[in-house]
């Protein structure tokens, strides 16, 4: 028996080279949608290790005890674009820290957008 010649064979090969790139295209952008989702994570829990070392510092040394706490606790790549925006109050103590999205893994370069994370606590009273 002979094969009909010019059949569909290799057509699976070609059809998968034509959907290769959007396959790739949106790995690509999920993964940086986990970045971004992380990036929010990250900012969070810095304002909270911030603000809880403020709470304990005076207040004139609040504001530095608060920067070294909440970046303290970033990874390099992460502190990079990291800020602590403020630390303040008087009987409940906020800070608020801004960490810059990067584009596909940190360390890189960032977006524009900056997110920010949030955090307050009472202040600690010592007697």
Known sequence: ???PTGGDRGQVSIEFLGMAPLI???LVLMWQCVLVGYA????????DE???????????????VCEQAALGHL?????????????????YVTAD???KVPVLFPGSIDFPVTVH?????VEEVKR
């Open 97 to 99: 820290v801004a960490l």
């Open 1 to 3: 028996m002979r094969r």
């Open 117 to 121: 994370g949030h955090a307050g606590a």
């Open 75 to 91: 990874s390099g790549a992460w502190r990079g674009g990291a800020r602590v925006e403020r630390c303040d109050g008087t009987g």
């Open 24 to 26: 790739v295209l949106t």
């Open 50 to 64: 911030g603000v809880r070392a403020g709470t304990a510092a005076p207040r004139g040394e609040r504001f530095g």
């Open 40 to 47: 929010f994570t990250l900012a969070g829990n810095a304002a």
